[in-house]
């Protein structure tokens, strides 16, 4: 049951639990992908780095819909956007709303004038502030913790996508990974082989079904999700 809702939390945190608005079919998402993240991390909860050019995308939303001055909440996030707009473009140390400290780290954003369009901005901002908020933090947070608890193949499992196919004790499209511990001559280096390069005509029993390849997955990671695939056997047989 754990892992099954943190299936569900995880499909709601990245696809779904903020808002993804468009401005003339522009993609708020994608464009922080390709405009923003060569100087700000974009997790959440956010990740530092010793040589970051930039504060993370989470603090910077947060610091501007707190900051902004609105006698109407209402329109503390119409304001946001708006500085945004222009700030990405017309940047200055009379703007911004960090700290001289974080203003002497990172120093003022160069301008992104002819880099991006005002509706690009527009799209970017009300992605920020609907995706970037305390509560998907919170939720965020929440999942990380439940996550770290797991053991290392657990997560790997999880964040590989391996549940569309497999579950721990019922056959789906592909078998149990009970099944799969026990199922004779799978050894370590056999689950390995089978992760990394997939079971094409392998099995009878697949009535057509493949595991596709995971060629990407490092090797120690292969390792890893193996492992804990056959701890599975050893786990019931103590019950």
């Given amino acids: 049951m754990r892992i099954i809702f943190l299936t569900s939390v995880l499909l709601l945190l990245f696809s779904g639990c903020s808002q993804d608005k468009k401005v003339n079919n522009l993609d708020g998402k ?5 405009k923003c993240t060569k100087c700000h991390n974009i997790d959440l909860p956010p990740k530092t ?3 970051e050019k930039a504060p993370a995308m989470m603090a910077v939303a947060f610091h501007v819909v707190h900051f902004i001055k ?4 209402s329109q503390r996030i119409p304001k946001a956007i708006a500085f945004v707009k222009d700030y990405v473009i017309n940047p200055s140390a009379s703007k911004s709303f960090c700290d ?3 203003l002497k780290t990172y120093g003022i954003m160069p301008s992104q004038k002819g880099k991006v369009t ?7 901002a009300e992605y920020m502030f609907s995706h970037f908020t305390e509560k998907n933090l919170n939720e965020a947070q929440l999942l990380e913790n439940k996550l770290n608890a797991m053991p290392k193949g657990e997560r790997l499992v999880l ?14 499209v592909g078998p149990a990974f009970r ?11 056999v ?6 390069n997939g079971s094409k005509k392998k099995y009878a029993s697949s009535k057509g079904a493949v595991m596709p390849a995971f060629k990407k997955l490092r090797d120690a990671d292969v390792k890893t999700i193996a492992q804990w695939i056959l701890s599975l056997k050893s786990q019931k047989d103590k019950k």
């Fill in 30 to 34: 994608k464009l922080l992908e390709q």
């Fill in 49 to 51: 780095f010793k040589d």
């Fill in 70 to 73: 609105t006698e109407d909440e």
């Fill in 100 to 102: 001289k400290a974080s």
């Fill in 118 to 124: 005002q509706d690009e901005l527009q799209a970017i």
């Fill in 159 to 172: 964040k590989n996508g391996c549940l569309s196919c497999h579950k721990v004790d019922k056959k789906i």
């Fill in 179 to 189: 099944d799969i511990a026990k199922r004779k001559g799978n050894s370590l280096a």
């Fill in 191 to 196: 689950l390995m082989h089978s992760i990394k």
